[in-house]
């Protein structure tokens, strides 16, 4: 039997507290509006497209729960998050992490749903089921890379620094992109070992069509 799952409209209203809470007297207005532009784009896309493709509650746990990192760095700005401060003097680092945490956080929290995604619409199996996520994630923060550094050249760019949250390193984009290719690479070791936990269906979440199973990813 399957009924209607209410998962992401909880998910939804979720985050649209915590966003509302994090809006509130932002460290910085503007660069708080610049680190939105694509994260609201990304809710506007999901909630457009929700009744064309239906993600599994698990997907949009994971979506909801990177999306919910990054209105905490959009506040303070990546640099200034007070648990990256601490995170930088219990550990000795020499720059706030928190910024490579979320990184790391959008491939090990995203790649599932991308790999929901293909297995679902482009039938993918085997290697490919993967490898495809893997890459595309990682395709998808060097995109998100660029697009940030031409936003921030052409919308504000006294706020570039602030805004790429580069702190100084000039391989900052390209460490930024190791640790969302890591924390992909883990989550699907991950999704490897524990096959029934992370079962993607081939239908819908609530779809009637779908074969019922003892264990289910949602």
């Known amino acids: 039997m399957h009924t209607k799952t209410y998962a992401p409209h909880i998910f939804l209203a979720w985050y649209v507290l915590w966003w509302s809470i994090l809006a509130v007297a932002p460290l910085d207005r503007k660069d708080w509006a610049l680190e939105n532009l694509l994260a609201l784009a990304l809710v506007g896309t999901l909630i457009a497209t929700h009744r064309r493709f239906r993600f599994s509650s698990l997907s949009y746990l994971l979506i909801t729960l990177f999306m919910s990192l990054h209105a905490v760095g959009a506040h303070y700005t990546y640099a200034e998050v007070p648990l990256g401060f601490w995170l930088k003097d219990i550990l000795s680092l020499s720059r706030n992490p928190f910024d490579r945490i979320v990184h790391f956080a959008f491939g090990f929290l995203l790649v599932y749903p991308l790999k929901e ?44 620094a602030a805004y790429l949250g580069t702190q100084g390193d000039e391989w900052d984009a390209q460490k930024d992109m190791a640790a969302a290719l890591a924390g992909a690479v883990l989550m699907t070791i991950l999704v490897g070992l524990f096959p029934k936990t992370f079962r993607i269906s081939p239908a819908a979440p609530d779809d009637p069509t779908s074969i019922p199973t003892s264990v289910k990813p949602y």
């Open 117 to 160: 995604l293909l297995v679902r619409t482009g039938s993918v199996r085997g290697f490919w089921a993967g490898y495809l996520p893997i890459s595309g994630t990682l395709a998808q923060s060097g995109l998100f890379e660029l697009v940030e550094a031409v936003v921030a050249g052409i919308v504000s760019p006294d706020l570039g």
